[in-house]
């Protein structure tokens, strides 16, 4: 059975202090890891695909990694306006017909100023 | 572009209600799915399709109905609300497997 584990549940850092958020992943072969932050009321907002391990996106202050068991989201002197839900999701490779993606809990993060 | 949009935003029902949401994407995308997320749990694949006219049991398919008779809408039914069915329903969309999903805004269902 697919499963996606993220940690740590909730994170509170100051403007400024950069941190890792933690997503391990168990998969019969992935085809993809997907990052999506979540603001409060609102649909998930996608943030990055990694295939492979060994890539690496970013986009402004986000940086995602991917190994063969995990990814990391990594942020850099973040704002308050980070503060949201971030979601991991994977996708397995191959049959069984779901083409869905397997999420996370979510790691909570609040910036504060 | 709207994106992926869903009507209504917010629904109560009484148990043995049955209800319709609605979700249309103007992407083009020929994926689409519904998930239902509830609190100290990730978001769950309910059903999706993978063309006009096709759809597929996801996770948790149990108590619901789809129906993909256009390209741009994906209809989520459900026949006789459940209190278990209380949750925040979320549609999305994408070109197709490996590519990143889209998500509408959300339904808030409330089953009394």
């Known amino acids: 059975e697919d499963q996606v584990t993220q940690s740590p549940e909730a994170l509170r850092l100051q403007e400024g202090e950069s941190s890792s958020l933690n997503c391990s992943y168990t998969?019969?072969?992935?085809?993809?890891l997907f990052w999506y932050r979540q603001d409060p009321g609102k649909g998930p907002e996608f943030l990055f695909t990694l295939y492979s391990a060994g890539e690496e996106k970013e986009k402004e202050r986000l940086k995602a990694t991917l190994t063969k068991k995990e990814s990391f989201l990594h942020i850099t002197a973040p704002k308050p306006e980070d503060s949201a839900t971030y979601l991991c999701?994977?996708?397995?490779?191959?049959?069984?017909?779901?083409?869905?993606?397997?999420f996370g809990k979510g790691t909570h993060l609040i910036i504060q100023p | 572009n709207a994106g992926v949009t869903q009507t209504p935003k917010f629904r109560v029902l009484k148990t043995g209600q049955s209800m319709t949401l609605l979700c249309a994407q103007d992407?083009?995308?020929?994926?689409m799915y519904w998930y239902r997320q509830d609190p100290g749990m990730g978001l769950r694949l309910i059903h999706y399709s993978v063309g006009e006219g096709t759809t597929a049991k996801g996770e948790v398919p149990d108590g619901y109905n789809v129906s993909r008779l256009k390209k741009q809408n994906f209809l989520l039914g459900l026949e006789s609300a459940a209190p278990s069915q209380t949750s925040v329903y979320f549609c999305?969309?994408?070109?197709?497997?490996?590519?990143?999903?889209?998500f509408g805004p959300g339904t808030r269902l409330t089953v009394t």
């Open positions: 999701a994977v996708q397995p490779r191959g049959g069984g017909g779901a083409d869905g993606l397997t």
């Open positions: 998969v019969s072969g992935l085809r993809g």
């Open positions: 999305a969309s994408s070109y197709g497997t490996s590519y990143e999903q889209y």
């Open positions: 992407m083009n995308h020929e994926y």
